[in-house]
């Protein structure tokens, strides 16, 4: 999901997230990711995943 006017001002985005250009990850994202990682359970061991699973059950944000 892509909030709109985001390849407006990112044209040549590639869909990744590895660098921080101001992507918009929408809650309904935010929930998928936190999905996929709790499908891991050994990640349960890294607190900076925990922290990053309970940033993303808030809901939608944007990468800078």
């Given at each position: 999901?892509?909030?709109?006017?985001?390849?407006?001002?990112?044209p040549d985005w590639d869909?990744?997230?590895?660098y921080n250009e101001g992507q918009w990850i929408e809650a309904e994202d935010a929930a998928n990711i936190v999905s996929a990682l709790e499908r891991e359970p050994k990640l349960f061991?890294?607190?900076?995943?925990?922290?990053?699973?309970?940033?993303?059950?808030?809901?939608?944000?944007?990468?800078w």
């Open positions: 999901t892509v909030c709109g006017g985001l390849y407006e001002v990112l869909g990744s997230y590895f061991n890294n607190l900076d995943i925990k922290n990053f699973i309970n940033f993303c059950r808030k809901g939608a944000f944007k990468i």
